[in-house]
């Protein structure tokens, strides 16, 4: 098991900035530990159902930061029309 490398993270985790890729990497996690978290963010029922235990340690920290990521980008959208950034 190789531990994560700049270019693991770039080629798994979509619009990742260098702080978010910096936490990833400073977690010690493996590719295998990135991709179980990637798992558990995409689909936690089948894993539960296949009575694998909640995420824990390193994947637990990877599902946390890949979480914020994802929220991050809920909340950055297009405008609506009227809003106050679009009336200039």
Known sequence: MTRLSRDDVIKTVDR???????QIIGTGATVEELA???AW??????MINDL????QGRVRELVDILSELEEGDD??????PGSASTVG
């Not at 990742?16 to 910096?22: E, L, N, W």
């Open 75 to 80: 909340e950055v959208g297009p405008t609506e």
């Open 41 to 46: 963010l995409a689909n936690d029922e089948p």
């Open 16 to 22: 990742a900035d260098d702080v978010t890729i910096a």
């Open 36 to 38: 179980e978290a990637q």
């Open 52 to 55: 694998r235990p909640l995420a």
